[in-house]
């Protein structure tokens, strides 16, 4: 049986600490847990951070070790902000589709607290 995680993808402008409590409960319950930080919260090159640096940060260096090097099963939590990056990152990581291709591991839920949901190829603004 697969190991089992939590990521959580922060809210903009919110240090990872602000969810200590969280995570000890979780830790408390047995569950592994992560917080996926955000490049764009203290970027070396403002200019270039962004939700697409985002979404490949937490998709190649938290989902990836986890999935494809670990073969873990991944709740992904996104709290706000982190809704549009973080379900960007999950793209192709389903568990139901790497089922089908006979791979371990693989994203097993998605939860949005206060954020938002946006359609593929469309963006967060309007022109």
Request: net charge negative; hydrophobic share 40%; with cysteine.
């Amino acid at each position: 049986m697969a190991k089992s995680s939590i990521i959580l993808v922060p809210g903009a402008f919110l240090d990872p600490t602000t969810y200590n409590t969280l995570f000890e409960l979780l830790l408390g319950a047995g569950h592994a847990t992560k917080c996926a930080p955000l490049p764009s919260l203290s970027p070396t090159e403002p200019f270039q951070a962004d939700c697409t640096t985002d979404a490949i940060f937490i998709h190649n260096n938290i989902l990836l070790p986890l999935i494809e090097e670990e073969g873990n099963d991944v709740l992904l939590a996104m709290h706000s902000y982190g809704s549009i990056p973080g379900s960007a990152a999950a793209k192709g990581l389903g568990k139901t589709q790497r089922m089908r291709e006979n791979r371990p591991g693989g994203i097993v839920g998605l939860v949005v607290v206060v954020g938002m949901i946006i359609a593929e190829r469309s963006t967060p603004t309007r022109d």
